[in-house]
């Protein structure tokens, strides 16, 4: 578990006394830095950034108030909980998959070294929507190695991953042939499966390009691992957008022009 470091610096804190609980937020904030939040917590005239860890959305883990101290996360909480923060706003969008593997596996190092089972939202013990009703709470708190055990041996009880019903196909594939479909740049079916159809119903997309396909392009290109700091996939074809579109064509050795044709899409699709 990599836990990156900062240099926030805090005013007076206190030593938490227990330690039973994890309550998991995202940031309603579609990008966002530690030293953000933490300029954002001091504001509020907090001793500084009032959650311990922060996962970004490439995945990326950072230490912010320190482990032993009382956090300011979960108003009549704080006292016995380690509060993880989660970039983005989930009442809206959808997590990026390195986010969710990087969030359960910091849920699952925090459960064995605090010998804890108890995970909760904000908005299990407050009077809030966070963090959002997108967020992915199951696939966070899933044992982490449900994800890469092996299959199970015939009449074993089923991992965890395997037991939850499957979704059909791919909820991103699911919402781009809607949106293409609704665009009327295709009439395909909605199955979540990304095929020829699907590919030849993916408009080309190039800087200045505004809306939820583009959105959808960007959550993709973040889902790879590229970062779209700091406007995140915000629906709009900036020059943010284009960097991490022609840094995406190199590593697939396409002609690096930043235009979101057939053959990005291909990639894009993983077709
Ligand atoms: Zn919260």
Redesign the pocket.
């Known amino acids: 578990m990599k836990i990156n470091e900062t240099n926030l610096k805090f005013g007076s804190l206190s030593n938490r006394g227990s330690t039973s609980r994890i309550i998991l937020?995202h940031a309603e904030a579609t990008s966002c830095t530690p030293e953000q939040i933490h300029q954002w917590h001091l504001a509020n005239g907090w001793s500084g950034a009032g959650y311990h860890f922060l996962v970004r959305k490439d995945g990326a883990v950072y230490a912010l108030r320190p482990e032993w101290a009382v956090g300011a996360?979960?108003q009549g909480a704080n006292s016995d909980s380690i509060g993880v923060c989660f970039e983005g706003r989930y009442q809206t969008e959808e997590m990026p998959q390195p986010q969710i593997d990087a969030g359960r596996e910091l849920v699952a190092y925090l459960k064995g070294k605090y010998g804890l089972s108890k995970v909760q939202r904000?908005k299990d013990v407050g009077s809030?929507d966070?963090?959002g009703k997108n967020f992915p709470f199951e696939d966070i708190t899933a044992a982490a190695t449900a994800a890469t055990s092996p299959s199970n041996p015939a009449g074993s009880k089923p991992a965890a991953a395997t037991a939850k019903p499957a979704a059909k196909g791919d909820a991103w594939v699911r919402s781009l042939q809607t949106e293409c479909n609704a665009q009327g740049f295709s009439k395909q079916t909605v199955d979540g499966i990304a095929g020829p159809n699907t590919l030849a119903g993916c408009p080309t997309l190039r800087k200045g390009a505004n809306g939820n396909i583009t959105k959808l392009m960007q959550q993709r290109l973040v889902a790879l691992g590229y970062s779209l700091a700091p406007y995140g996939a915000d629906g709009s074809f900036g020059d943010v957008t284009l960097a991490a579109v022609k840094k995406f064509q190199k590593a697939r050795d396409l002609t690096a022009d930043g235009i979101v044709g057939q053959n990005t899409w291909r990639e894009l699709l993983g077709l």
């Open positions: 937020h996360h979960a904000h809030t966070c963090p």
